[in-house]
T-cell receptor
Framework: GAVVSQHPSWVICKSGTSVKIECRSL??????MFWYRQFPKQSLMLMATSNEGSKATYEQGVEKDKFLINHASLTLSTLTVTSAHPEDSSFYIC??????????FGQGTRLTVV | GQNIDQPTEMTATEGAIVQINCTYQTSGFNGLFWYQQHAGEAPTFLSYNVLDGLEEKGRFSSFLSRSKGYSYLLLKELQMKDSASYLC??????????WGAGTKLIIKP
């Protein structure tokens, strides 16, 4: 299957700082990338959908000014958690999809805000 | 509204067979996916069904009935490493993935 690389795999940051998470499709061009969050023992929650070259579409209840998503190219999307707080600690997962095919997931990033 | 239902938890014995069901109601249908997720890891793709019938892939098989809004994932010759959560997801008419809450599968020796 296609390879999606997410970096970093884990990060610890201080409250009030910003953290950037990268998601790259290594061997295909991703027309769409999705960002998910998963709290322990809960299902994946879609945060936003981004199409290359256009603004991300955020799900209801997700603050777009707090979770900045940039999909600048067909192989790279970034999620920046701005002014992170302990309640933002979670597992963040990206997935990338070629047109009309299944989505492939990155490895996930475990964010801990202290 | 859109809805995906699957059991919360199932228990099975090593070497046995287990079937995890998934029923869905979505606005449009462009395929159904099964993913496996081990604790603390990202989901990994298992199968994709868009036509009715059974798709077999080694020890894992996936079945789809679009008229009934129903799918199942069949795992044979269970191994301890199969202990994980299994997520059912449907791609709707907008090509968005609608996720089920996942089924935690516990394998006992």
């Amino acid at each position: 299957g296609a390879v999606v690389s997410q970096h970093p795999s884990w990060v610890i940051c201080k409250s009030g700082t910003s953290v950037k998470i990268e998601c790259r499709s290594l061997d295909f061009q991703a027309t769409t990338m999705f960002w998910y969050r998963q709290f322990p023992k809960q299902s994946l929650m879609l945060m936003a959908t981004s199409n290359e070259g256009s603004k991300a579409t955020y799900e209801q209840g997700v603050e777009k000014d707090k979770f900045l998503i940039n999909h600048a190219s067909l192989t790279l999307s970034t999620l920046t958690v701005t002014s992170a707080h302990p309640e933002d600690s979670s597992f963040y997962i990206c997935s990338a999809r070629k047109r009309d095919t299944e989505a492939f997931f990155g490895q996930g990033t475990r964010l801990t805000v202290v | 509204g859109q809805n995906i239902d699957q059991p919360t938890e199932m228990t099975a014995t090593e070497g046995a067979i287990v079937q995890i069901n998934c029923t869905y109601q979505t606005s449009g249908f462009n395929g159904l996916f099964w993913y496996q997720q081990h604790a603390g890891e990202a989901p990994t793709f298992l199968s994709y069904n868009v036509l009715d019938g059974l798709e077999e892939k080694g020890r894992f098989s996936s079945f789809l009935s679009r008229s009934k809004g129903y799918s199942y994932l069949l795992l044979k010759e269970l191994q301890m490493k199969d202990s994980a959560s299994y997520l059912c997801a449907v791609m709707d008419s907008n090509y968005q993935l609608i996720w089920g809450a996942g089924t935690k599968l516990i394998i006992k020796p």
